[in-house]
């Protein structure tokens, strides 16, 4: 428990060396509107340690080159291709010499939707420890070699368009770049990875100017239900329960500002216990805001997850229930 409870709150302070020369880096075009995700890894740096890489328009990610050994990724180096031409980005990171350069090739028809990683720390520096890259066909990696503190993020398919964060002797941070192909972007699920029955779906997507007042969340060993709190103008709407509904252990309420939002979900997956146990659930969780952090609620145990993202790009969230809360994932929008 001591250790859980320690690197959950090593994950939260992390979240959020010197470059030998200024990448030319690229992002995507905020024209058409992207959304950041993460990072995950080093907080802040010198500007110069930025690194960014955007897919032009027309353009797909084909390869990865990446250079890792020990508990670190030492660089990471990015391959496009347009109408069969291939295009290299600046090599991020990598002051010091590589021990094993891997390459990730991507098919025709192949596109990543998720990574995991470990975060790690090296002279004195928070750093990325190893990577994966999950597609909708395989996972390429780990590369590096993992630590303690891990983090996962699924996506929608279709959705990536680049990488950013900070990077000198070791690629220091890493984040990404998603664009909604509607209006809104689905990101997660953490916890249950098969799919529920419908009538264990739950969706709380917020409608335009719509400002989530207050969540309600019946909690123990595990999250067992949550009730949702809706504000449009000076009418208020609350939804039905989702999740637990045979009886309550303790309540809480996180009631939040008018010009409060949610820019950050914490919290940790493990076996249910109580009266139906076994099952992958989420056992805790934390809403972090512009403002201050709401939590942990529930009983800090399992697997962390964390993601953070912009301000004002909260548009809701998502999940599964049954007896108790068995997934959680968040709605995006664009804060162009």
């Known amino acids: 428990m001591g250790w859980v409870v320690q690197n959950l709150r090593k994950a939260l302070e992390l979240q959020g060396t010197f470059m030998r020369?200024?990448?030319n880096s690229t992002s995507p075009d905020s024209s058409k509107g992207f959304i950041r995700v993460g990072t995950w890894g080093r907080r802040s740096g010198d500007p110069q340690n930025n690194w960014s890489f955007g897919l032009e328009e027309g353009h797909k990610l084909v390869k990865i080159t990446i250079d890792h050994g020990d508990h670190v990724i030492h660089s990471l180096m990015f391959t496009s291709e347009s109408k069969g031409v291939l295009h290299n980005s600046d090599m991020f990171g990598g002051w010091v010499g590589g021990e094993t350069v891997s390459e990730v090739i991507f098919d025709g028809d192949e596109e990543i939707n998720g990574i995991n990683g470990t975060i790690g720390s090296r002279d004195g520096?928070?750093?990325?420890?190893?990577?994966?890259?999950?597609?909708?066909k395989r996972t390429h990696g780990p590369f590096g070699q993992a630590t303690k503190t891990a983090f996962s993020i699924?996506?929608?398919?279709?959705?990536?368009?680049?990488?950013y964060g900070l990077a000198g002797c070791y690629i220091d941070s890493i984040g990404i770049y998603l664009k909604a192909n509607e209006e809104i972007l689905r990101v997660g699920t953490w916890g249950k990875t098969i799919p529920g029955a419908p009538h264990n779906i739950w969706d709380l997507q917020l409608q335009k100017n719509q400002h989530l007042k207050k969540i309600t969340i019946d909690h123990g060993d595990n999250?067992?239900?949550?009730?949702?709190?809706?504000?449009?103008r000076s009418l208020t709407q609350t939804s039905e329960k989702v999740g637990q509904k045979l009886r309550e252990e303790t309540i809480s309420e996180v009631i939040f500002d008018e010009n409060e939002e949610i820019n950050s979900i914490n919290g940790t997956i493990a076996l249910s216990k109580g009266h139906c146990p076994g099952h992958r659930v989420?056992?805790?969780?934390?809403?972090?805001?512009n403002k201050k952090t709401h939590g942990p609620?529930?009983?800090i145990?399992?697997?962390?997850?964390?993601v953070s993202f912009e301000d004002g790009s909260f548009a809701g969230l998502y999940g599964i229930a049954g007896a108790y809360i068995d997934s959680i994932g968040v709605y995006l929008k664009s804060v162009l």
């Open 21 to 23: 020369k200024t990448f």
């Open 125 to 136: 520096f928070v750093i990325i420890s190893s990577l994966s890259f999950k597609t909708n």
């Open 154 to 163: 699924p996506w929608d398919k279709g959705s990536l368009v680049g990488f």
């Open 223 to 232: 999250i067992n239900s949550f009730i949702f709190t809706t504000q449009y």
């Open 282 to 289: 989420i056992t805790s969780i934390s809403f972090v805001t």
């Open 297 to 299: 609620y529930g009983n």
């Open 301 to 306: 145990r399992g697997e962390l997850f964390t």
